[in-house]
């Protein structure tokens, strides 16, 4: 049994080597990728459901590899989380949007704000206010057009960074965005503890529209809630015209999907931009 002890040993060190090679490779790519600008930005439109308009965008961050092609966010943004690289990205995030809606800007197209996601890393870390400001500042943007998206796991690490960071923000005139509710535990005292403008309401029930016993009533009450606090509400991944004008009868304010629109690389959103607003 000494013998079995040893050599499963053996096998875990190995597998340990494996796993710690496969990091460092990892962490020399991402690195790369960075440096060789292999990370692109897409940008999804929300369409206003009053106006029809378009309300704002979503960044949506994709990673063109030489190799492997097109890799998926869902894929690597655990695992850039996992090896402590997410806010490295998060901040070349910050910048780039920038860049892209003070472009914009100087073409006259008039987008209200463009959206972005933060890690809950970042968020803890203590220096999303500032790194938004300074990026603010370099692109000569107001911070009126920025909203951030957070997802209520965001919180739970450090609440009181979370409420620091979030006050900062807010005086720099930047949206705050609960990304994903519903799918969360504690999200409805968070609405209340933190200056929350703009509440995203998670595709997986969008999806259920309308089939799905008790679904549609969750959503209602979501948006029924969501305008008794005033928050502005999302939803999101509308692919069925059905589901639009469900959410539409119910007065949510904002809807995002495949429905409206596909997230579009920034070569073909000008395009896009000036068919939309013929409509
Ligand atoms: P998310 O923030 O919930 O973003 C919405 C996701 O839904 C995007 O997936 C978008 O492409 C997809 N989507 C939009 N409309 C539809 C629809 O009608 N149907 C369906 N089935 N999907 C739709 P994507 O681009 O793969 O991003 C996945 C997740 O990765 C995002 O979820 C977000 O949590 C994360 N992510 C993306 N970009 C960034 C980033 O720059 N930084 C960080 N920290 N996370 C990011
Ligand atoms: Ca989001
Ligand atoms: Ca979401
Ligand atoms: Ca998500």
New binding site residues.
Partial sequence: SKEIGRNSFQLYKASMNARSLERLSMLSRFQSALENSEFE??F?PLQCLTSSRINSV?????WQDPNLGMI???QF?PLAEELGL?TQ??KW?VNRACEQMAFWHSQGAEIRRIA????AQ?LSQGDLALTVANALTKHRLKGQYLEI?L?ESSFISNLHEAKMQLKQLKSLGVSIAL??FGTGYSALSYLTKLPIDIL?I??SFI?KIPDEYGNSEIVSAIIAMAKALNLQVVA????KPEQRQFLQKLGCHTL????FC??LAANNWMNFYNSAKLT
């Fill in positions: 930005l897409y999804q979503e960044c949506l961050l994709r998926s966010p869902a943004i997410i990205l998060d995030v972005i996601n933060i890690s970042f998206e997802t990304d994903d995203k998670d595709a999806a999101e991944g509308v692919e995002q999907g495949y429905l596909k997230p």
